[in-house]
């Protein structure tokens, strides 16, 4: 079946460091994928999505490209700051062309920014 | 602000107890998903309904139960509560744009 892999955390960085998150999946047809994150007693908030191979989904800094050739999504972001201390998921949906259908997630990655 | 809302937030019952959790999706939006978010599970899919109806089920004990209603609001219901049910319950609806998550509902089984 269909399903994600991503790095064991936790990732400690200091400020301004880069920032990768690997992610891979497995899949049949053409998902979308997508990274999450949630905030301490937080729900989850969409950081980011690419719904066919080659795009690039990127929002507050992060980016992530779709490529279907290594299956693999992975987060980056060029200088992390200490309000990026979160869990990130990466988690790919079923659906067709941005559409969303049920998600299959990580096991989601500690991510710890310090000053 | 994600315009997913859930209730309650919090909620602690004892075993054998059952209890219902409430959803509420953005407006618009027909799909409403339920997972559950535990330490030794991580974050698994429980069921969709899509405009009413059930769409796809998931890792959903026989013990729970959704449904969702004419105006959009979904509800979770959860019986014969074991200490194992302690969990994070999310709601999720979605659009094109993705799935949206509330805040969740925070069950502790005593």
């Known amino acids: 079946g269909n399903s994600v892999t991503q790095m064991e955390g936790p990732v400690t960085l200091s400020e301004e460091a880069f920032l990768t998150i690997n992610c891979t999946y497995t899949a049949t047809g053409y998902p979308s994928l997508f990274w999450y994150v949630q905030y301490p007693g937080e729900g989850l908030q969409l950081l980011l999505k690419a719904t066919k191979a080659d795009d690039k989904g990127s929002n507050k800094g992060f980016e992530a490209t779709y490529r279907k050739e290594t299956t693999s999504f992975h987060l980056e972001k060029g200088s992390v700051q200490v309000s990026d201390s979160a869990v990130y998921f990466c988690?790919?949906?079923?659906?067709?062309?941005?559409?969303?259908?049920?998600?299959?997630f990580g096991t989601g990655t500690l991510l710890a920014v310090q000053p | 602000d994600s315009g997913v809302t859930q209730t309650p937030k919090h909620l602690i019952t004892a075993t054998g107890q059952r209890v219902t959790l409430r959803c509420s999706p953005r407006s618009g939006d027909l799909s409403v998903y339920w997972y559950q978010q535990s330490l030794d599970q991580g974050l698994q899919f429980l069921i969709q309904?899509?405009?009413?109806?059930?769409?796809a089920k998931g890792n959903i004990l026989e013990r729970f139960s959704a449904q969702q209603f004419p105006d959009l609001h979904s509800e979770l219901n959860l019986s014969s509560l074991e200490l194992g049910d302690s969990a994070l319950y999310f709601c999720?609806?979605?659009?094109?744009?993705?799935?949206?998550f509330g805040q969740g509902t925070r069950l502790t089984v005593v």
């Open positions: 999720a609806s979605s659009g094109v744009e993705g799935a949206f």
């Open positions: 988690a790919l949906s079923e659906g067709y062309g941005g559409a969303t259908n049920k998600l299959i």
């Open positions: 309904y899509y405009n009413g109806e059930e769409r």
